[in-house]
């Protein structure tokens, strides 16, 4: 595909920035609501991981359908729709916390994910494109790494909107049970300012993208329309990619959405607390490993890098299972440092090489989220049966094993039989 010209494409590329930010704000507020929603309804771990489940569900469910509103109306088109179920989903969080039900409040969160899947469809290959196909991958990590800053702040405004309101468990244990479960139902309404005051803003960054003009990617002169995604299945390498970027998403999802109760578990903090190493510790070690290896890539192939870090994060998950202490902590927050460069690392390096197929190349990549929803259960249900989340790092240590298989070698690309 033929890049925009520079000129044209510095704004663009800005406002497709922001939403990096937007979704990454979101995305980072739901290691705050599963230890939220998981005391205010008396959940298990694994039933509270249903938050996880709810979300990247949506992603898979809406990825095609979003390929296709992209193929057939444009990026625009396609920012804009999903903008808008980012909304409604934000806003139906009012509702759910008047009805006091957690049903209400994943099918909010599944909502928001179907906006944030068509989003991310759209985003990823659009900031890719826009500008030398030779940074690609560098260009993508820069505006990722918004999503970094969103990891830092959103857990430390949540956890102070959210987690601090509420009751303790001594003034809940000597509570009647009526009276225990009353209270419990109505801390969920603590979460309806931080989802009104995202959903109004997400709809003020709509209005400013139906205003203004953004440049479409025009094909190369020759290069036909993509024929189908079997089609893009063909190559071997966004096999790959499909595969290494489930298993990376449903290692960062076990890592941030279940840090609270980790850290609580394996570091004997409290909350709020924990919510603070979230923030200032993972989300900024997050943000900064993003721009760093935006740096670093000037200099090293992205791939290595890919492989590298996903074999220092295999030694730190082991860590993270077997040690005990702060230390634990630290080598969690070393995880979030190492795995930062790899969610667009993985997609750029899948939809590379495509052409006209990039688009359905996306769709899949963005369906692989779907780990997000899959991994977490399974690292649940493995902490509900040994009594610990520290035994359940065995889950992301294997996914880190997948991704780096990929920065070896399957990211290679063999033209397929059927474009010879």
């Not at 033929?2 to 937007?22: E, H, I, M, Q």
């Not at 909350?271 to 200099?299: P, Q």
């Not at 667009?344 to 359905?360: C, M």
């Not at 009594?387 to 920065?407: A, E, K, N, R």
Request: glycine share 8%.
């Amino acid at each position: 595909m033929k890049p925009t010209a520079p000129r044209s494409y510095l704004l663009p590329f800005a406002l497709v920035t922001s939403l990096f930010f937007f979704w990454g704000f979101v995305h980072n507020l739901d290691p705050i609501l599963i230890p939220h929603l998981k005391k205010s309804f008396s959940l298990s771990t694994l039933q509270s991981s249903l938050v996880d489940s709810a979300v990247f569900i949506g992603y898979f469910v809406m990825a095609l359908p979003a390929g296709m509103i992209m193929k057939r109306f444009g990026y625009k088109t396609g920012i804009l729709t999903g903008l808008s179920l980012f909304a409604i989903g934000s806003f139906l969080f009012i509702p759910a916390a008047n009805t006091q039900l957690y049903g209400f409040f994943l099918a909010a969160l599944f909502i928001i994910a179907c906006g944030l899947a068509i989003l991310e469809t759209v985003a990823n290959p659009y900031a890719a494109l826009l500008g030398d196909p030779a940074r690609s991958t560098q260009r993508l990590n820069f505006a990722q790494s918004f999503n970094g800053l969103a990891a830092t702040l959103a857990p430390i405004i949540g956890a102070r909107i959210i987690l601090t309101k509420g009751f303790s468990d001594e003034e809940l244990s000597a509570m009647t049970e009526v009276a225990r479960k009353a209270a419990l139902a109505s801390e969920a309404s603590s979460v309806k300012l931080p989802y009104l005051v995202l959903g109004s803003a997400i709809v003020l960054i709509a209005v400013l993208f139906a205003v203004i003009r953004l440049p479409e990617i025009h094909k190369e002169e020759g290069e036909t329309d993509a024929r189908s995604i079997r089609h893009a299945w063909a190559f071997r390498h966004l096999r790959w990619a499909v595969a290494a970027q489930f298993f990376y998403v449903g290692a960062q999802v076990c890592v941030f959405s279940f840090f609270i109760l980790y850290a609580v578990d394996a570091a004997g903090i409290d909350k709020v607390k924990a919510a603070d190493y979230l923030g200032w510790g993972c989300g900024m070690a997050f943000m900064i490993g993003r721009f760093a290896g935006t740096f670093l890539m000037r200099f090293f192939k992205p791939q290595r890098m890919l492989a590298v870090y996903s074999a220092i994060n295999i030694l730190l998950c082991a860590v993270a299972l077997l040690a005990h202490g702060m230390i634990t902590i630290y080598a969690v927050i070393g995880i979030t440092f190492f795995m930062s460069i790899m969610f667009p690392t993985i997609f750029s390096l899948g939809i590379e090489g495509l052409g006209a197929d990039a688009k359905y190349g996306s769709s899949l990549i963005i369906m692989s989220i779907v780990g997000g929803a899959i991994l977490p259960p399974v690292m649940a249900q493995i902490s509900d049966m040994s009594g610990s989340l520290q035994t359940g790092y065995i889950v992301p240590m294997c996914c880190f094993l997948v991704t780096m298989v990929f920065g070896f070698s399957g990211y290679r690309i063999v033209q397929p039989k059927a474009y010879a």
